[in-house]
């Protein structure tokens, strides 16, 4: 039975304010959803905190609200136990690269096969908007009392840098691109990264809704915005490392990696950065080590016998802490 | 070389058990006034050191292997410095016919193969033991040792100039020699050379390890035990490696001889092979690492840390093991050891992972767990079963990596904001802490919450002599886990993480269990597991989760939660309270005090939380004389049972610089206090290098 829109919604009250990015990414998540071939009961769903966080709430599947900044660290484990989960985590931007962000770094030098959506818009909302970490230095969004003194980080090339192995944007209010990008990052094998650009219409007054939407910048020629943020693949783009590429054409695909991801205001690029399914995921080097981890994971080995006695060989366990005392011939 | 062609006369000798129960004094007594006499079989303190990196934990093994496999009982006490290469570390083993459990104060047998650990130790040797040292090390001064610290430097260079004695290796040996102490010159590096040349073996520095062996060999010398037990140990330590095996043997067999044709007559102190059914040796963490995986610990996560880090190595060394029944086609078990960025997310993980149905801990000391604090209070708010082992070691901040204290006791059973239940487990010693490896498991999923199993750095890094655990007498209790083959709740209505129940508990499905979808936050919930701020759903969800606690002390057996030992059936003159591995010493210790007469009863409080108030209360309330005994500055645990019991535990015996307690400390220090109650509120011991 193909599962519905209807069949993901919960009966709980949804208390984003209205105009949020964050329901267009819990469209575009919950249609990727309906659209791909994945077992719901299979699915778990982990946040951080903050207002994107709250996602899990309002969506009829595994909904695991963990603390600040540590959604990875819960997602992770859980997919390393039980390797057939379908895992995907979601976190702000506050969460993700702000208190989150050794996580986020050490998540790339894994590899493990999950997907994780930044909802990324600049400020932290539920605290009623402080600057983020993506927001850029001298912006100054509504609550600021003074302009951001820092500089803002890159999603993109900390992303690469760190060895994340799927790296894609979208944009909050085209779901039919999030969506896409949403099962382009479930079917990847490795770990995947979507930078969801997401206009917070409380607290960002700067990049808002139509901003993004260009409405400041009309075509003379059509007399209709020019939205900002434009589509990778129409340019002709190609992010993908492949297994027979030599050594310099993955150099000058990282590099366009780089050039990509510094494109900001006028042109902001949406789509896949970067992917690269030729390193190997971490289920599969634990594999290596343990045969048996992939068929036999640790949330599925039976540990007792049915009388409760450990199913655990101790006297082979023991073996090299165990002396025989030895009596000499006489 | 091999041990099994050999045809030697070896007596076997009876275990007795009065060899054990000597009073330090008693000891001091016998050994000045039948110096040349044999007084001790099987009763022996030996200690090695030197450099840190140099093989003084691998020597001090093959000494106790050697032991274990001439049928005797072991423990060692294991001591060095946070560092790699150089500073001192020394090892103390142990030796007896019967089980032991602590170290004592004196040392009857110093084998050094470096100056330092001679300066260092040799006022530790009791008159009547020996010393083995480098004659060539002769001259060295003691101020040019750069790695002793200048007030060790000034406390042993004034006690020998006070003796008109020069402030060098020889000043040290000609005031051993004046304290009745048998001195035995072993020039290691003519036995290196002598050994190169039966190998064929021209460069020397590749054969530089083996001097810590030639110690161990030329210590069985002198004490008389057959050096086929050194050999078998040797080829136990170095399996692997045939070369290396050979060398050690080859130069063990010449150390021998060095030694043994130095004893114009019998060593004083003799050690014989009794017969004796296998046993294990092992470190804490290696027994807890074992019960840890006995009991289905599946995946572990950690952050390198000291003293925590050496049961995850041990894990993922063996990280696939043999089972029997189970549903595992592979017929192997296997556990998932992941080294994590930090303990946060090692926290974090080993919680992702408990919410699969796994059974997950993770390990670590004070400064980890003050990072995981978070995760901890997560893990309450959600009924998350997450196994924590803790270890503590000297705090607070750095304070102290490498050394013991039992200074987290508070900490642990408050840690994180707000409230919540949490189990707080204490072990005492390697057999127990194996089985409430497995206990703790049982409780955090029984319960339904974070479970603490907090262990200090003596009981992790010293080493004891056990006998093979059973790992049957402790069955795996999954509590109110709902089958994995459930297919739907069968209900209409929808399966419920936190509904609430009669005993707090709430049937528990794990993620991706098809009909059991459920929700987890931290924030306050309701049965569902959303976001719930209502205050009536509050006060019956606090009320729930903290039932659990009570329900946890209903049904957790007495005899998991404290241990009561009776020296004698007599009336007690004093009530010893402590915790952790102080059990040791203190155990030993009440042998020593029966021996003068003196009754003790000893309740080894192990579980904290939740805390049996009931009974400690019953056990001291009546008590003549109680005493407190901590290896912490304020006495934790007399604190946690005044908050408890309404009683104040008055005489307190406390130690904290970083050395764990003695048999001879306790002995003598309960000695004092009952000598004079009102005068000794507050006995602080300082023994130890």
């Given at each position: 039975?193909?599962?519905?829109?209807?069949?993901?919604?919960?009966?709980?009250h949804?208390?984003?304010?209205?105009?949020?990015?964050?329901?267009?990414?819990?469209?575009?998540?919950?249609?990727?959803?309906?659209?791909?071939?994945?077992?719901?009961?299979?699915?778990?769903?982990?946040?951080?905190?903050?207002?994107?966080?709250?996602?899990?709430?309002?969506?009829?599947a595994?909904?695991?609200?963990?603390?600040?900044?540590?959604?990875?660290?819960?997602?992770?484990?859980?997919?390393?136990?039980?390797?057939?989960?379908?895992v995907?985590?979601?976190?702000?931007?506050?969460?993700g690269?702000?208190?989150?962000v050794?996580?986020?770094?050490?998540?790339?030098?894994?590899?493990?096969d999950?997907?994780?959506?930044?909802?990324?818009?600049?400020v932290?909302?539920?605290?009623?908007?402080?600057?983020?970490?993506?927001?850029?230095?001298?912006?100054?969004?509504?609550?600021?009392?003074?302009p951001?003194?820092?500089?803002?980080?890159?999603?993109?090339?900390?992303?690469?840098?760190?060895?994340?192995?799927?790296?894609?944007?979208?944009?909050?209010?085209?779901?039919?691109?999030?969506?896409e990008?949403?099962?382009?990052?479930?079917?990847?094998?490795?770990?995947?990264?979507?930078?969801?650009?997401?206009?917070?219409?409380?607290?960002?007054?700067?990049?808002?809704?139509e901003?993004?939407?260009?409405?400041?910048?009309?075509?003379?020629?059509?007399?209709?915005?020019?939205?900002?943020?434009?589509?990778?693949?129409?340019t002709?783009?190609?992010?993908?490392?492949?297994?027979?590429?030599?050594?310099?054409?993955?150099?000058?695909?990282?590099?366009?990696?780089?050039?990509?991801?510094?494109?900001?205001?006028?042109?902001?690029?949406i789509?896949?950065?970067?992917?690269n399914?030729?390193?190997p995921?971490?289920?599969?080097?634990?594999?290596?080590?343990?045969?048996?981890?992939?068929?036999?994971?640790?949330?599925?080995?039976?540990?007792?016998?049915?009388?409760?006695?450990?199913?655990?060989?101790?006297?082979?366990?023991?073996?090299?802490?165990?002396?025989?005392?030895?009596?000499?011939?006489? | 070389?091999?041990?099994?062609?050999?045809?030697?006369?070896?007596?076997?000798?009876?275990?007795?058990?009065?060899?054990?129960?000597?009073?330090?004094?008693?000891?001091?007594?016998?050994?000045?006034?039948?110096?040349?006499?044999?007084?001790?079989?099987?009763?022996?303190?030996?200690?090695?050191?030197?450099?840190?990196?140099?093989?003084?934990?691998?020597?001090?093994?093959?000494?106790?292997?050697?032991?274990?496999?001439?049928?005797?009982?072991?423990?060692?006490?294991?001591?060095?410095?946070?560092?790699?290469?150089?500073?001192?570390?020394?090892?103390?083993?142990?030796?007896?016919?019967?089980?032991?459990?602590?170290?004592?104060?004196?040392?009857?047998?110093?084998?050094?193969?470096?100056?330092?650990?001679?300066?260092?130790?040799?006022?530790?040797?009791?008159?009547?033991?020996?010393?083995?040292?480098d004659p060539?090390?002769?001259?060295?001064?003691?101020?040019?040792?750069?790695?002793?610290?200048?007030?060790?430097?000034?406390?042993?260079?004034?006690?020998?100039?006070?003796?008109?004695?020069?402030?060098?290796?020889?000043?040290?040996?000609?005031?051993?020699?004046?304290?009745?102490?048998?001195l035995?010159?072993?020039?290691?590096?003519?036995?290196?050379?002598?050994?190169?040349?039966?190998?064929?073996?021209?460069?020397?520095?590749?054969?530089?390890?083996?001097?810590?062996?030639?110690?161990?060999?030329?210590?069985?010398?002198?004490?008389?035990?057959?050096?086929?037990?050194?050999?078998?140990?040797?080829?136990?330590?170095?399996?692997?490696?045939?070369?290396?095996?050979?060398?050690?043997?080859?130069?063990?067999?010449?150390?021998?001889?060095?030694?043994?044709?130095?004893?114009?007559?019998?060593?004083?102190?003799?050690?014989?092979?009794?017969?004796?059914?296998?046993?294990?040796?092992?470190?804490?963490?290696?027994?807890?690492?074992?019960?840890?995986?006995?009991g289905?610990?599946?995946?572990?996560?950690?952050?390198?840390?000291?003293?925590?880090?050496d049961?995850?190595e041990?894990?993922?060394?063996?990280?696939?093991?043999?089972?029997?029944?189970?549903?595992?086609?592979?017929?192997?078990?296997?556990?998932?050891?992941?080294?994590?960025?930090?303990?946060?997310?090692?926290?974090?993980?080993?919680?992702?992972?408990?919410?699969?149905?796994?059974?997950?801990?993770?390990?670590?000391?004070?400064?980890?767990?003050?990072?995981?604090?978070?995760?901890?209070?997560?893990?309450?708010?959600?009924?998350?079963?997450?196994?924590?082992?803790?270890?503590?070691?000297?705090?607070?901040?750095?304070?102290?990596?490498?050394?013991?204290?039992?200074?987290?006791?508070?900490?642990?059973?408050?840690?994180?904001?707000?409230?919540f239940?949490?189990?707080?487990?204490?072990?005492?010693?390697?057999?127990?802490?194996?089985?409430?490896?497995?206990?703790?498991?049982?409780?955090?999923?029984?319960?339904?919450?974070?479970?603490?199993?907090?262990?200090?750095?003596?009981?992790?890094?010293?080493?004891?002599?056990?006998?093979?655990?059973?790992?049957?007498?402790?069955?795996?209790?999954?509590?109110?886990?709902?089958?994995?083959?459930?297919?739907?709740?069968?209900?209409?209505?929808?399966?419920?993480?936190?509904?609430?129940?009669q005993?707090?508990?709430s049937?528990?499905?794990?993620?991706?269990?098809?009909?059991?979808?459920?929700?987890?936050?931290?924030?306050?919930?309701?049965?569902?597991?959303?976001?719930?701020?209502?205050?009536?759903?509050?006060?019956?969800?606090?009320?729930?989760?903290?039932?659990?606690?009570?329900?946890?002390?209903?049904?957790?057996?007495?005899?998991?939660?404290?241990?009561?030992?009776?020296?004698?059936?007599?009336?007690?003159?004093?009530?010893?309270?402590?915790?952790?591995?102080?059990?040791?010493?203190?155990l030993?210790?009440?042998?020593?005090?029966?021996?003068?007469?003196?009754?003790?009863?000893?309740?080894?409080?192990?579980?904290?939380?939740?805390?049996?108030?009931?009974?400690?209360?019953q056990?001291?309330?009546?008590?003549?004389?109680?005493?407190?005994?901590?290896?912490?500055?304020?006495?934790?645990?007399?604190?946690?049972?005044?908050?408890k019991?309404?009683?104040?535990?008055?005489n307190?015996?406390?130690?904290?610089?970083?050395?764990?307690?003695?048999?001879?400390?306790?002995?003598?220090?309960?000695?004092?206090?009952?000598?004079?109650?009102?005068?000794?509120?507050?006995?602080?011991?300082?023994?130890?290098?």
């Amino acid at each position: 039975m193909a599962l519905k829109l209807t069949d993901l919604k919960t009966e709980v009250h949804n208390d984003w304010c209205p105009g949020c990015g964050d329901f267009g990414i819990e469209a575009s998540l919950k249609m990727a959803l309906t659209e791909m071939p994945v077992d719901i009961n299979k699915v778990a769903l982990f946040s951080g905190i903050g207002c994107s966080s709250k996602l899990v709430h309002f969506t009829n599947a595994f909904g695991i609200h963990t603390l600040h900044g540590r959604v990875l660290g819960y997602a992770q484990g859980a997919k390393l136990a039980n390797p057939d989960l379908e895992v995907i985590a979601v976190g702000g931007d506050g969460d993700g690269l702000g208190i989150g962000v050794g996580h986020f770094v050490h998540a790339g030098r894994r590899n493990i096969d999950m997907a994780y959506i930044i909802h990324d818009n600049g400020v932290y909302g539920l605290t009623k908007g402080q600057a983020s970490p993506t927001l850029q230095l001298g912006m100054q969004t509504k609550s600021l009392p003074e302009p951001n003194i820092n500089s803002n980080i890159n999603p993109i090339m900390l992303a690469l840098a760190s060895g994340f192995t799927f790296i894609a944007r979208s944009y909050a209010y085209n779901t039919r691109h999030l969506k896409e990008m949403i099962k382009k990052a479930v079917a990847h094998k490795g770990f995947a990264l979507i930078d969801a650009l997401q206009p917070c219409p409380t607290y960002n007054d700067i990049n808002t809704k139509e901003w993004y939407g260009g409405e400041d910048r009309i075509d003379p020629a059509t007399k209709r915005p020019m939205p900002r943020t434009y589509d990778l693949e129409s340019t002709g783009y190609n992010g993908r490392i492949t297994a027979d590429m030599s050594e310099d054409d993955v150099d000058k695909n990282l590099l366009q990696v780089i050039e990509k991801s510094r494109e900001w205001g006028d042109k902001i690029p949406i789509g896949v950065f970067y992917q690269n399914e030729t390193v190997p995921i971490y289920e599969e080097r634990i594999r290596e080590r343990s045969p048996n981890y992939l068929t036999e994971p640790p949330a599925k080995q039976q540990l007792a016998k049915n009388d409760g006695k450990s199913v655990v060989n101790l006297a082979n366990l023991s073996k090299g802490l165990l002396f025989e005392s030895l009596v000499l011939a006489q | 070389m091999k041990w099994t062609a050999v045809s030697v006369h070896v007596p076997i000798v009876p275990r007795t058990n009065d060899v054990a129960a000597q009073s330090a004094t008693t000891r001091l007594r016998e050994a000045k006034t039948m110096s040349r006499a044999i007084v001790k079989v099987n009763d022996l303190s030996w200690m090695t050191g030197g450099p840190q990196g140099s093989g003084v934990d691998s020597s001090a093994n093959i000494f106790a292997g050697a032991c274990v496999l001439g049928g005797l009982w072991t423990f060692g006490l294991r001591e060095y410095y946070s560092s790699i290469k150089g500073p001192h570390s020394y090892f103390e083993v142990r030796v007896n016919s019967d089980k032991i459990r602590s170290h004592v104060n004196n040392v009857d047998v110093l084998a050094t193969f470096d100056a330092e650990t001679l300066i260092r130790h040799a006022d530790e040797v009791a008159p009547g033991g020996g010393i083995l040292y480098d004659p060539t090390f002769s001259n060295i001064e003691i101020d040019k040792v750069d790695t002793i610290e200048t007030p060790v430097v000034l406390r042993i260079k004034a006690r020998l100039a006070k003796q008109g004695l020069p402030g060098t290796v020889t000043g040290i040996l000609d005031e051993s020699r004046k304290r009745g102490i048998n001195l035995f010159p072993i020039n290691y590096n003519d036995i290196i050379v002598k050994t190169a040349a039966q190998i064929g073996e021209h460069q020397l520095s590749k054969l530089s390890r083996i001097v810590n062996v030639l110690s161990v060999s030329a210590s069985f010398a002198i004490l008389g035990f057959d050096e086929t037990y050194l050999n078998q140990s040797i080829e136990r330590a170095f399996a692997s490696k045939k070369k290396v095996v050979d060398m050690n043997e080859i130069g063990a067999k010449l150390a021998y001889e060095v030694a043994r044709s130095q004893l114009k007559q019998p060593f004083p102190f003799q050690l014989h092979p009794i017969q004796n059914q296998p046993r294990l040796l092992l470190m804490g963490v290696e027994s807890i690492a074992l019960g840890k995986l006995v009991g289905g610990c599946r995946v572990q996560t950690y952050y390198p840390i000291t003293p925590a880090a050496d049961e995850s190595e041990f894990l993922e060394s063996h990280g696939n093991f043999d089972i029997s029944g189970g549903n595992n086609a592979s017929q192997k078990g296997s556990i998932l050891v992941t080294q994590t960025e930090d303990e946060i997310a090692a926290i974090t993980m080993a919680t992702g992972a408990a919410l699969t149905g796994a059974r997950a801990a993770t390990s670590t000391s004070g400064p980890g767990f003050s990072l995981m604090v978070e995760g901890l209070g997560w893990a309450g708010m959600n009924e998350v079963p997450l196994v924590i082992t803790h270890y503590q070691r000297g705090g607070p901040a750095t304070g102290q990596p490498t050394r013991h204290e039992q200074g987290d006791l508070k900490f642990i059973l408050s840690a994180a904001h707000g409230e919540f239940p949490r189990i707080v487990l204490c072990s005492g010693d390697m057999e127990e802490s194996f089985y409430d490896a497995i206990r703790i498991f049982n409780y955090a999923e029984r319960f339904q919450m974070p479970s603490i199993h907090l262990i200090d750095k003596g009981l992790a890094n010293n080493s004891m002599t056990i006998p093979p655990p059973n790992a049957d007498l402790v069955p795996i209790q999954r509590g109110k886990l709902i089958e994995a083959d459930h297919q739907g709740n069968g209900e209409a209505e929808p399966y419920r993480r936190f509904a609430f129940t009669q005993d707090g508990v709430s049937p528990r499905a794990v993620l991706g269990m098809p009909g059991y979808r459920f929700w987890n936050t931290g924030d306050e919930h309701d049965e569902m597991g959303h976001i719930e701020e209502d205050p009536d759903n509050r006060v019956k969800m606090m009320t729930k989760r903290m039932t659990k606690l009570e329900t946890a002390a209903r049904e957790i057996p007495e005899d998991e939660k404290f241990n009561f030992f009776r020296s004698s059936k007599k009336q007690a003159d004093v009530t010893i309270v402590s915790w952790g591995s102080t059990k040791g010493p203190i155990l030993d210790a009440m042998k020593l005090l029966e021996k003068d007469g003196i009754g003790v009863e000893f309740l080894q409080i192990r579980l904290v939380s939740p805390f049996p108030t009931g009974k400690v209360k019953q056990k001291l309330a009546g008590a003549k004389l109680v005493i407190g005994i901590e290896q912490n500055y304020s006495g934790q645990m007399a604190a946690v049972i005044a908050e408890k019991t309404m009683i104040d535990v008055k005489n307190k015996i406390v130690k904290f610089n970083g050395r764990p307690m003695s048999q001879d400390e306790i002995y003598q220090s309960v000695k004092q206090v009952i000598s004079n109650p009102a005068q000794n509120r507050r006995v602080v011991l300082t023994h130890g290098a």
